[in-house]
């Protein structure tokens, strides 16, 4: 079994910074992928940025240029620096990581989600 906890979310006005971060704990071998994905009231949840264990990256175009995504292997821990905030970036922002519990096992988990709200 895998925990994910996500911190860092807040009220933050347009054009300011939050940092997201999201700790994995349990017993797994790795992780191969973790990411963010969002979700706001009455729309579709979507992805915002992850990277992979070789750190790759990939960002949703809304993001791209503003939001950076990085990772901490050690402290099984990824991290979203999102600047230039604006009100659109509201939602719940929840980690996602895709782990190597055993050799050819692999598994999915999702953290319960951080709020981040922007607003003047």
């Known amino acids: 079994q895998v925990q994910l906890v996500e911190s860092g979310g807040g009220l933050v006005q347009p054009g300011g910074s939050l940092r997201l971060s999201c700790a994995a704990s349990?017993?797994?071998?790795?992780?191969?992928?973790m990411g963010w994905y969002r979700q706001a009231p009455g729309k579709q949840r979507e992805l915002v940025a992850n990277?992979?264990?070789?750190?790759?990256?990939n960002y949703a175009d809304s993001v791209k240029g503003r939001f950076a995504i990085s990772r901490d292997h050690a402290k099984n821990t990824v991290y979203l620096q999102m600047n230039s905030l604006k009100a659109e970036d509201t939602a719940v922002y929840c980690c996602?990581?895709?782990?190597?519990?055993?050799?050819?096992?692999?598994?999915?988990?999702w953290g319960k989600g951080t709020q981040v709200t922007v607003s003047s």
């Open positions: 996602n990581a895709n782990v190597l519990m055993r050799i050819t096992i692999l598994g999915d988990y």
């Open positions: 349990g017993s797994f071998l790795g992780i191969n992928v």
């Open positions: 990277i992979t264990r070789g750190g790759s990256t």
